[in-house]
């Protein structure tokens, strides 16, 4: 599968942005979806995951309450809601799909989309 994410940009503190990727092919629903980022310098880390028929959640605890995750299996697509956003939150935002796993390491992701930027400004 291929992931294509979109919907990055600057916003500023408090604001609210929703991310999204893409996927190609006809098995998107059987994939766990996860969402990680990336911030400079810092290594890649966790955000949430959704569940093949996203029934299911699970969020870090630094977004709980803030971020959702959604998807569309008609559409193929996977959505990061993020609201009361922080400079904190600066990162490039990745998507990833596990056709196996339900997990929180990216190592157990097979597919990764090419990330979207997204700038919190104070």
């Known amino acids: 599968v291929q992931l294509q994410a979109s919907g990055g940009g600057l916003v500023q503190a408090g604001g609210s942005l929703r991310v999204s990727c893409a996927a190609s092919?006809?098995?998107?629903?059987?994939?766990?979806m996860g969402w990680f980022r990336q911030a400079p310098g810092k290594e890649r880390e966790f955000v949430g995951r959704?569940?093949?028929?996203?029934?299911?959640?699970d969020y870090v605890d630094f977004v709980t309450g803030r971020f959702t995750i959604s998807r569309g299996n008609v559409k193929n697509t996977v959505y990061l809601q993020m609201n009361s956003l922080k400079p904190e939150d600066t990162a490039v935002y990745y998507c990833?799909?596990?056709?196996?796993?339900?997990?929180?390491?990216?190592?157990?992701?097979?597919?990764w989309g090419q990330g979207t930027l997204v700038t919190v400004s104070s």
């Open positions: 990833a799909a596990s056709a196996s796993n339900w997990s929180r390491r990216r190592t157990d992701y097979d597919y």
């Open positions: 092919g006809r098995t998107f629903s059987t994939y766990f």
């Open positions: 959704i569940s093949r028929s996203g029934s299911t959640t």
